[in-house]
Each structure stands twice: as C-alpha cells, then as structure tokens.
C-alpha cells in the first residue's frame, strides 16, 4: 500500500471512530430513558373553549402530519452527510414524532388562541380549520453539529381557503449525545409550534 492509500485510509477510520460513539447504523441496547416533547405553553387546569362565542376562532382540527421514512421510527436520526443517515445512540423517542409534534402543536394553538382544539385520533367534524402538513426533519445535523425541526404546514379556512408555508428552527453547538440532542429539539419544535400557531390564529 503507498503512503497515498494509508493516508486515506488512516483518515476514514479515524472519522469512523469519531462517530462510532455517537450513532448506530444497527440495532442497539435499550436506553436507559426515553425522550418526548413538551409544551412550554400549557393551559391551566379549569380552562376551556367553545365555539360560536364572540370573537371564537372556531373549532380548529390539527391532524398528524406525514413524514420522510426516516422520521416514521423511534430514533433520532442523524445526518451524516447529504446522502447517508444513521441514528443518535441512546436518543429513542417515546412515541412516534409525527404525533408527539401534532400534540405539542394542538396545546400549543389551545394556549395562544384560546381556541377549540381537536388534536385526538376522532374524526373533527366540527371543525372549522385544519392544520396538516408534513414533518420533514427533526434531526440532528452532524457536520453542523445542529438539531433542526422543519414542518410545512398547510392551513384550509372556514371558507376551504389552503395556504402553505414552511416553518424551521435550528439550535446550533449542539454536542452529538442524548443528553443534549433531546432537549434541543423540544426547545425547536416549540419555536417551530409557535410560530405555527402564529400564522394560524392570524388568518394570514
């Protein structure tokens, strides 16, 4: 082997070592806990909503958004580069993200607005809005070392108006552990909830 080929070799093992601690392409040992999301905005017990009252919003549906197969699981992924994904070791979410993010949403838009909010598994046939859309990414960015949670969000009015828009939120000097992964995301998927509630409750 020339000196080119060790060079190049000895760089791909050490970047293999370098991950290795951090993600699993594989099947791994169970964690020791498991990782959610939660509201920063909680309603107070006692509270509540109806609709046809002056000022009401109406009855608003927040259905589970789609996802990327890579979030359809209880991982974390991870991004390793721009065409291979692997999975944060220890980082096992408690339930499926797409209905964690649906629920924190729903409270999310319950405390902002004071509005009615259907966010169960019922068919909404009361309601006058819905949010649906699609959860692209709430993943952790390696050559960032970043957490990001991407939701385009789709909005149809009491008068069957849709309207789309993308909402993002990224934390930066996030280091590639349980620990700090998880916290970091709920801390973006709140920003990313209200932001969304924002533009809901505008009617914008």
Known sequence: MNSINKARVL?????GLGLSGCISLGAAEPPES?????????????SGAETGSEGSVGAIAVLTPETPAKLDVLR?????????????QEAV???KPARLFRRLLGETLRVRGGAL???????PILASQF???????MTFDAPSGSVVVRYDAIRTNADGVVTSRRFEAREDGIAPEAVFVGPALNRAANTVA????????SGE
Do not use: H
């Not at 498991?34 to 006692?46: C, N, Q």
């Not at 209200?194 to 409750?201: G, N, R």
């Open 11 to 15: 760089f791909a093992a050490a970047i």
């Open 34 to 46: 498991l990782i959610t999301l939660s509201s920063t905005a909680v309603a107070p017990a006692g």
């Open 131 to 137: 949010v649906r859309g699609t959860l692209i990414d």
């Open 76 to 88: 974390v992924p991870v991004n390793v580069s721009d065409t291979e994904i692997a999975y944060l």
């Open 93 to 95: 979410w408690i339930e």
């Open 194 to 201: 209200s932001d969304v509630a924002d533009w809901v409750l």
């Open 117 to 123: 909010v259907l966010d169960s598994d019922d068919t």
